[in-house]
Nanobody, 116 residues
Framework: QVQLVESGGGLVQAGGSLRLSCAAS????????MGWFRQAPGQQRELVAG??????NYPDSMKGRFTVSRDNVKNTVSLQMNSLKPEDTAVYYC???????????WGQGTQVTVSS
């Protein structure tokens, strides 16, 4: 059973920064995808940033303020978030796809709240 444990969420003022971390119970060195998603109240879950075997990818709306990275020794994936805005308030989820075409496996989520 794969476990993903997120940490680093919290309350921050607009313009501030947070770094989220996701620790995986498996080796992530060869997984085809790991990434961060977020879901605000009443909204659909959306991709924030992802890492594949080919590199990183960000939706256009997320480029510039978010940076995703992975540590294949510690089996962690991190999300550095800068210049945070109130609209970034959401539950942030870590996810992994263990093999190509498999379903995503999700962490429990961590709350990020940005005050104005």
């Amino acid at each position: 059973q794969v476990q993903l444990v997120e940490s680093g969420g919290g309350l921050v003022q607009a313009g501030g920064s947070l770094r989220l971390s996701c620790a995986a119970s498996i080796s992530i060195a060869s997984v085809p995808f790991m990434g961060w998603f977020r879901q605000a109240p009443g909204q659909q879950r959306e991709l924030v940033a992802g890492i594949t075997t080919a590199g990183t990818n960000y939706p256009d709306s997320m480029k510039g303020r978010f940076t995703v990275s992975r540590d294949n020794v510690k089996n962690t994936v991190s999300l550095q978030m800068n210049s945070l805005k109130p609209e970034d308030t959401a539950v942030y989820y870590c996810a992994v796809r263990r093999v190509p075409s498999s379903n995503l496996i999700w962490g429990q989520g961590t709350q990020v709240t940005v005050s104005s």
